[in-house]
C-alpha cells in the first residue's frame, strides 16, 4: 500500500524563477492538502484540494497556486520564487471529509538561492 | 485565534524516564487533536490523536491529555527511548480532514 509520494525530493531555484511540486495521495484518498515548513517551524497550510477544486487557503499569496487531477494527484506551483519561500513542502492526503487522519509525504526540499 | 502554542521548545530526558510536552489553543470551534513525529528527512507521522469528547487518550507508551475548559493537551511519552528522539508537533483542526494548524514544535532528546 503505497504511501503519499513526492517529487521531487529536493530542488534548487534562483529567486524570481517558477516551480511546480507534484504529489500522488496514498491509496483510497481523494483529498490533498499542501503545507510549508520552514526549517525550525511547524508546517503552515496552504491550500487544500478535493474533487479537482480548491475548498481551503491558508494565509498565502496568490503566487502559489495549485490544481488536482481526476486520479486525484496534485500540483503546487509557485510564481516569481522569492529567498524566503525557501522550505520542505509538504503534501498530505486524506479521505474526503471522513474521520480519517491525514498521512504525510516526505516532502520536497526547496532552496532558493 | 487560530494559534497553538506548544512547550517546551526542546527537552532532554533519560532512557526510561517520562517526556512530557504540552499545547495551548484559543480556537474553541477546533475538534480534533492530533499529535505528529517528525524525524530529520521525512514527513510528520501521526501518533496519537484524541477528541474533546474524552479527558485522556492511551496508545501504548504514548497518552493525550485533553482539559477542555483550560483549551490545553499534552502528550506523555512513558518509559522513554533513544529511538523516539525525533521532533513532536501538536496540531487541531475543526474536523479530522481539515486545515491543520501546528504548534511549533518539540525538540525532544534521549539520553542513554
Known amino acids: 500500500d503505497a504511501g503519499v509520494t513526492q517529487s521531487p525530493t529536493h530542488l534548487i531555484k534562483t529567486r524570481g524563477q517558477q516551480v511546480t511540486l507534484r504529489c500522488s495521495p496514498k491509496s483510497g484518498h481523494d483529498t490533498v492538502s499542501w503545507y510549508q515548513q520552514a526549517l525550525g517551524q511547524g508546517p503552515q497550510f496552504i491550500f487544500q484540494?478535493?474533487?479537482?477544486?480548491?475548498?481551503q487557503r491558508g494565509n498565502f499569496p496568490d503566487r502559489f497556486s495549485g490544481h488536482q487531477f481526476p486520479n486525484y494527484s496534485s500540483e503546487l506551483n509557485v510564481n516569481a520564487l522569492l529567498l524566503g519561500d525557501s522550505a520542505l513542502y509538504l503534501c498530505a492526503s486524506s479521505l474526503g471529509y471522513s474521520n480519517q487522519p491525514q498521512h504525510f509525504g516526505d516532502g520536497t526540499r526547496l532552496s532558493i538561492l | 485565534q487560530q494559534q497553538v502554542k506548544q512547550s517546551p521548545q526542546s527537552l532532554i530526558v533519560q532512557k526510561g524516564g517520562i517526556s512530557i510536552i504540552n499545547c495551548a489553543y484559543e480556537n474553541t470551534a477546533f475538534d480534533y487533536f492530533p499529535w505528529y513525529q517528525q524525524f530529520p528527512g521525512k514527513g510528520p507521522a501521526l501518533l496519537i490523536a484524541i477528541r474533546p469528547d474524552v479527558s485522556e487518550k492511551k496508545e501504548g507508551r504514548f497518552t493525550i491529555s485533553f482539559n477542555k475548559s483550560a483549551k490545553q493537551f499534552s502528550l506523555h511519552i512513558m518509559d522513554s527511548q533513544p529511538g523516539d528522539s525525533a521532533t513532536y508537533f501538536c496540531?487541531?483542526?475543526?474536523?479530522?480532514?481539515?486545515?491543520?494548524?501546528f504548534g511549533t514544535g518539540t525538540r525532544l532528546q534521549v539520553t542513554l
Open positions: 484540494y478535493y474533487e479537482e477544486e480548491e475548498r
Open positions: 496540531a487541531a483542526s475543526t474536523g479530522t480532514a481539515s486545515k491543520l494548524t
